[in-house]
């Protein structure tokens, strides 16, 4: 079996697994958030120009809704830019905790990119979104009988006016194909965002098939890094739900509050989710550090010539997993928890300042 160097690299890249979202990456090649940037602001400037020809800009502007959506345009690019790259230096900081050859470690790397960025996933999350979202602009705009109840109940809600009364009258359905091609651009990054998120916690579980080295210290070391994109990830999702919270909510109560702690919860579980996976590893470590100990001792106790490695190496097992503490067993800390508890208070932070703003 082959020994894994201690600053292992994985032998390939980024532009070794390319996807369509790679062109508007390519508009600033030395930085994603740039290229994110000028997207996002072009979606919102197109809506702009279309609605201009058809006569209503100023309807067009008082929309927070559209401004939101080129918002998490540019928010999902960014992420999914300086992720692709995070994503593989990650698994390359993990190869040294698997007592696998680098062959085995290599093809579940390659399988996980070619999951994460897939066209096919990314598609059918796409398509559901777009059929909420254009379900939804068309029922508000053309609320035909079956769905008024639905309407009716949701303006007891603290919901804001999401399309203004501006929206209706003339030229409504130019304003139904302007406002819904910019809903399903924006659904585009989103999707792949969404997708490779949950894909990637999903491909978490085939770590656990992988045999670990006994040294649980460099696990917890090494672990850190994939630990800390999660956390980012999860702050991702937070910035996200606090802005949909704005343009949503008109003021922040129970109801308000509950729909988007829950929304925002998906942060948490983005985090904790890996969390286990890496726990239920370092628990493997420790009992391969204590088999280990277990037949060094079989060993020196059947044997008359006694040897100072084994000796050592005895010692330095037992103490380490005699001296064990449940901190030990997990990868973050609480730094981390409470990074998360401020991010959830991101998420209703918006709508709360909305409520109180005169």
Not at 181 to 197: D, N
Request: aromatic residues 12%; neutral net charge; charged residues 15%.
């Amino acid at each position: 079996m082959s020994k894994p160097p201690s600053d292992y690299e994985v032998p390939f890249g980024p532009e070794d697994f390319p996807f369509f979202l790679d062109h508007i990456y390519r508009l600033v090649p030395s930085s994603p958030l740039w290229s994110s940037l000028i997207v996002g602001l072009s979606v919102y400037l197109l809506g702009l120009l279309a609605s201009l020809a058809a006569g209503f800009p100023e309807v067009f502007i008082d929309t927070p809704l559209l401004r939101h959506v080129a918002f998490s345009t540019f928010l999902a690019l960014a992420a999914i830019g300086y992720a692709k790259q995070e994503i593989i230096d990650s698994l390359g900081a993990m190869r040294p905790c698997f007592a696998v050859d680098d062959e085995v470690f290599v093809t579940y790397v390659r399988k996980c990119m070619l999951a994460l960025f897939s066209r096919r996933g990314p598609l059918v999350v796409w398509a559901a979104l777009s059929v909420v979202a254009v379900w939804g602009t068309t029922s508000a705009l053309y609320p035909y009988p079956l769905i008024r109840p639905i309407l009716s109940f949701l303006s007891t809600l603290p919901f804001n006016e999401i399309l203004g009364t501006g929206w209706f009258g003339e030229t409504r359905v130019v304003k139904v194909l302007v406002i819904d091609s910019i809903l399903l651009v924006g659904a585009v990054p989103l999707s792949v965002g969404l997708w490779g998120g949950f894909k990637c916690v999903a491909l978490l579980a085939e770590l656990l098939a992988m045999p670990v080295i006994p040294m649980p210290g460099v696990l917890l070391a090494l672990l850190r890094r994939p630990t800390d994109l999660f956390l980012k990830v999860s702050f991702a999702w937070f910035l996200l739900t606090a802005s949909s919270g704005v343009v949503l909510f008109e003021r922040l109560d129970a109801i308000s509050g509950a729909i988007l702690l829950t929304i925002g919860s998906v942060g948490l579980v983005l985090f904790f989710l890996p969390q286990f996976a890496f726990h239920v590893l370092v628990i493997r470590s420790y009992h391969g550090l204590a088999h280990l100990a277990a037949c060094e001792y079989v060993r020196l106790a059947g044997s008359s010539a006694e040897s100072a490695r084994s000796i050592r190496l005895l010692e330095y097992c037992t103490e380490t997993s005699e001296n064990v503490k449940p901190k030990d067993l997990w990868v973050f800390d609480v730094s981390d928890v409470v990074l998360l508890f401020l991010g959830q208070m991101v998420s209703v932070a918006g709508t709360l300042w909305a409520s109180v703003r005169p």
